[in-house]
Nanobody
Framework: QVQLVESGGGLVQPGGSLRLSCAAS????????MGWYRQAPGKQRELVAT???????NYADSVKGRFTISRDNPKNTVYLQMNSLNPEDTAVYYC?????????WGQGTQVTVSS
C-alpha cells in the first residue's frame, strides 16, 4: 500500500555527513513503524535504525551516537542524519515501512564513503 523512495545518497569523504530521506506515499504514513537498513558488498542486509509510529528510536551499535533517525509525519518522510562517516558505512541504504506483518521496502540509495 505504501511506496517508498529514498534519496540523498552519494559520495562523501571520511568524517563527512550525509542526510538520507525516505518519502512515502500511497498509505497512512503515521501508523507505520519505519527503519533504515543497509547492505554492503558481500554482506547481508543489516538494520541501521528504526523509529516507531510513536517516535521510539533504536540504533545499531555500529552507528549509535553518529546517526539519527527522525520522521516528519506531515511530510510523509523519514530521515537518516549520518555524521562522522567512515568507509565501513559504505552500502546501499534501504528504507522500510512496517505495519503489523506488512513490510514495504524502498529501492535503495548508494552511500559511498571514500577519500
Amino acid at each position: 500500500q505504501v511506496q517508498l523512495v529514498e534519496s540523498g545518497g552519494g559520495l562523501v569523504q571520511p568524517g563527512g555527513s550525509l542526510r538520507l530521506s525516505c518519502a512515502a506515499s500511497g498509505s497512512i504514513f503515521s501508523i507505520y513503524d519505519m527503519g533504515w537498513y543497509r547492505q554492503a558488498p558481500g554482506k547481508q542486509r543489516e538494520l541501521v535504525a528504526t523509529i516507531t509510529s510513536g517516535g521510539l528510536t533504536n540504533y545499531a551499535d555500529s552507528v549509535k551516537g553518529r546517526f539519527t533517525i527522525s520522521r516528519d509525519n506531515p511530510k510523509n518522510t523519514v530521515y537518516l542524519q549520518m555524521n562522522s562517516l567512515n568507509p565501513e558505512d559504505t552500502a546501499v541504504y534501504y528504507c522500510k515501512a512496517v505495519r503489523g506483518r506488512l513490510q514495504h521496502w524502498g529501492q535503495g540509495t548508494q552511500v559511498t564513503v571514500s577519500s
